[in-house]
């Protein structure tokens, strides 16, 4: 097995290892990771793509790349360049310093990494640990995920349903709740959540040359979703599982709007 390993978080960051470790275990002796991340952090770019110019691709050691480039640019590097003479079997994108549920998925760059993949017919796995307050959490802030990490990842790749061959394939959000890995409660197939609130807002700031720079701060918080939901039961000790598309179609509109365009028509 194959698989490339990026993140949003970039090359360095500490989640960046976990995901490694959980890539190792799924690929096996014979198999090979691959590591294709960003130069430096890009948390919050999205499915952000490098469009309007080209990206810079420096070798840091056997199969370890940094891509001065989005998530998504990382994901097509490794198709188009460092990969492209053999594909990956497995996208891992994480693991995320922090959760992705909720309105946030639309903002991660993990998520973006993902998506794309997917929109290349790759079965990928995105993976998030929710943090907190660092005297209330475990020593290891990613003792959930990389204790419980590569039984999911590996049940996934054996047994979920990954539907490639439509327009879309599926891919899946994972997200580690805040604990030591003991007490995580259970593993949950989820739903995305929406919090009922702007997921985001601004702080202003004064610097001191007058200059206005504003800040963005998070909005309303995890228990404002519904139970069943990826914030919710994450934010209550539980791995959530979410199978996500790239497909934003509100398809249970589309026959009253049709009947409203042809209306007395």
């Given at each position: ?77 490794g198709l188009f ?44 796995i995105a993976m ?138």
């Amino acid at each position: 097995m194959r698989i490339l390993v990026t993140n949003d978080d970039g090359i360095t960051a500490p989640g960046l290892v976990v995901a490694e470790a959980i890539a190792a275990h799924l690929a096996g002796p014979e198999g090979e990771v691959w590591t294709i991340a960003p130069a430096f952090e890009q948390s919050g770019v999205g499915h952000c793509i490098s469009y309007v110019r080209p990206m810079r691709i420096e070798q840091m050691a056997e199969r370890r790349f940094a891509v001065e480039g989005s998530p998504a640019d990382c994901v097509m590097a490794g198709l188009f360049d460092i990969m492209k003479d053999a594909a990956p079997d497995l996208v891992l994108s994480g693991v995320n310093r922090g959760h992705n549920v909720a309105e946030d998925t639309l903002y991660s760059g993990t998520i973006g990494a993902a998506m794309e993949a997917a929109l290349h017919k790759t079965r990928t796995i995105a993976m998030s640990q929710y943090y907190g307050p660092p005297d209330q959490g475990p020593a290891d802030p990613f003792e959930a995920a990389r204790v419980h990490g590569p039984g999911i990842a590996q049940r996934l790749w054996d047994h979920a349903k990954w539907e490639q061959d439509g327009r879309y394939g599926v891919f899946y959000n994972v997200n580690f709740p805040f604990c030591a890995a003991d007490d995580v409660k259970a593993v949950k197939a989820t739903a995305q959540g929406e919090r009922g609130g702007s997921p985001f807002g601004g702080k202003v700031q004064v610097a001191p040359n007058g200059r206005r720079y504003m800040w963005i701060t998070h909005g309303m918080g995890n228990h404002t979703c519904a139970p069943g939901t990826d914030a919710r039961e994450a934010s209550e000790g539980n791995i959530t599982v979410t199978p996500l598309r790239a497909d934003l179609t509100a398809r249970d509109m589309i026959s009253d709007l049709d009947i409203l365009l042809n209306k007395d028509a």
